[in-house]
């Protein structure tokens, strides 16, 4: 009798279920040796929370191992890899993502380099156009006659074949 | 030319320090949960000595004071007599203990040597704790009687934080 009400309390546990938070699978059940694939590459683009800047995949850590628990369970029952992400985004916020969204202030994440780089290109580009089109450097100015004897001395020596 | 080039340094040098600035003295790990302000995942829960299941939609109409923590976690050995002490004060508020990645005897005995003043649950594959977006232990959910979430505090609770938080599920 113990061991049943027992049993039926385990049966009773029910954990926050994904259905709820992001709905029905959107794709189809991943398994063998794909699923490990498909795991590990999910896993790399989210970030462990109690780690410095790992991937759940790469972090030793039990909440890590659970979270790559959850991918690898979500994509056994057919959730898109998208969904998996909103999944955890839900209840981490975006700081679980190793490559954030385009959106917000995160744009900037993506523009700013782009744009860094397209004026440096700009710059260097219209620095190159400029030396192009100077002057060929004016050939020597022709010497004026000196009286200095030093200078007479250093012509007469540099003129001599 | 090197005006503009004078300008442009200056504008990015001024966006990198106002950025470091806005950032200095904010603790990097304490990180704003989305769950605030929406409903609480559901879960049931067993319950660790008694083998009872609480599910936290039947603790409706109470502001639940959810609170995740583990034996291997220093911090929790500091949190927990705030907790029961705060749990024995406040018989309207319900105190509830979720441990994940540990063992039922450890939790046992850690209750037995420092007393429990509510009930302390097993979430043995952290699935519960995924679902609340939990980072580390020991961190604590505030939820209103409606069973949306108020407030989060990550790290050990003091009596004032506590009932700071508390406050705004009782608004």
Same mark, same amino acid.
């Given at each position: 009798?113990?061991?049943?009400?027992?049993?039926?309390?385990?049966?009773?546990?029910?954990?926050?279920?994904?259905?709820?938070?992001?709905?029905?699978?959107?794709?189809?059940?991943?398994?063998?040796?794909?699923?490990?694939?498909?795991?590990m590459?999910?896993?790399?683009?989210?970030?462990?929370?109690?780690?410095?800047?790992?991937?759940?995949?790469?972090?030793p850590?039990?909440?890590?191992?659970?979270m790559k628990?959850q991918?690898?369970?979500?994509?056994?029952r057919?959730?898109?890899?998208?969904?998996?992400?909103?999944?955890?985004?839900?209840?981490?916020?975006?700081?679980?993502?190793l490559?954030p969204?385009?959106?917000?202030?995160?744009?900037?994440?993506?523009?700013?380099?782009v744009?860094?780089?397209?004026?440096?290109?700009?710059?260097?580009?219209s620095?190159?156009?400029?030396?192009?089109?100077?002057?060929?450097?004016?050939?020597?100015?022709?010497?004026?006659p000196?009286d200095?004897?030093?200078?007479?001395?250093?012509?007469?020596?540099?003129?001599?074949? | 030319?090197?005006?503009?080039? /004078?300008?442009?340094?200056?504008?990015?040098?001024?966006?990198?320090?106002?950025?470091?600035?806005?950032?200095?003295g904010?603790?990097?790990?304490?990180?704003d949960?989305?769950?605030?302000?929406?409903?609480?995942p559901?879960?049931?829960?067993?319950?660790?000595?008694?083998?009872?299941?609480?599910?936290?939609?039947?603790l409706?109409?109470?502001?639940?004071? /959810?609170?995740?923590?583990?034996?291997?976690?220093?911090?929790?050995?500091e949190?927990?007599?705030?907790?029961?002490?705060?749990?024995r004060?406040?018989?309207?508020?319900?105190?509830?203990?979720?441990v994940?990645?540990?063992?039922?005897?450890?939790?046992?005995?850690?209750?037995?040597?420092?007393?429990?003043?509510?009930?302390?649950?097993l979430?043995?594959n952290?699935?519960?704790?995924?679902?609340?977006?939990?980072?580390?232990?020991?961190?604590?959910?505030?939820?209103?009687p409606?069973?949306?979430?108020?407030?989060?505090?990550?790290?050990? /609770?003091?009596?004032?934080?506590?009932?700071?938080?508390?406050?705004?599920?009782?608004?």
């Open positions: 009798m113990m061991a049943m009400l027992v049993l039926l309390a385990f049966l009773q546990v029910k954990v926050p279920d994904a259905a709820q938070i992001i709905g029905p699978p959107a794709g189809t059940p991943v398994t063998g040796a794909q699923l490990e694939r498909r795991t590459e999910i896993s790399s683009e989210l970030r462990c929370p109690v780690c410095q800047g790992l991937a759940i995949g790469d972090s850590s039990i909440m890590a191992a659970n628990a991918v690898r369970e979500l994509l056994e057919g959730y898109t890899e998208t969904q998996i992400l909103s999944y955890f985004e839900k209840s981490y916020g975006q700081f679980v993502l490559k969204k385009f959106q917000g202030v995160n744009a900037l994440v993506w523009i700013l380099p744009l860094a780089l397209a004026i440096g290109f700009i710059l260097v580009m620095k190159a156009k400029k030396l192009e089109t100077a002057p060929a450097k004016a050939s020597p100015t022709p010497e004026e000196t200095d004897p030093y200078l007479a001395r250093v012509r007469e020596m540099v003129d001599k074949p | 030319m090197n005006k503009t080039v /004078l300008i442009v340094g200056v504008i990015i040098v001024a966006v990198v320090i106002f950025v470091l600035f806005a950032g200095l904010k603790d990097p790990s304490i990180i949960s989305p769950l605030i302000g929406k409903p609480a559901p879960f049931a829960l067993k319950a660790v000595g008694s083998g009872e299941t609480i599910d936290l939609a039947a409706r109409g109470k502001p639940v004071v /959810l609170n995740f923590w583990a034996t291997w976690c220093g911090p929790c050995y949190e927990h007599p705030t907790l029961v002490a705060n749990a004060n406040l018989p309207n508020v319900q105190f509830v203990g979720v994940f990645n540990d063992e039922e005897d450890k939790i046992m005995r850690f209750l037995a040597q420092r007393g429990t003043a509510y009930p302390t649950l979430d043995t952290g699935k519960t704790a995924i679902a609340y977006g939990v980072g580390g232990v020991p961190e604590t959910y505030f939820i209103n409606a069973g949306t979430i108020v407030a989060k505090y990550a790290g050990p /609770l003091s009596t004032e934080e506590l009932q700071a938080n508390l406050a705004k599920a009782l608004r």
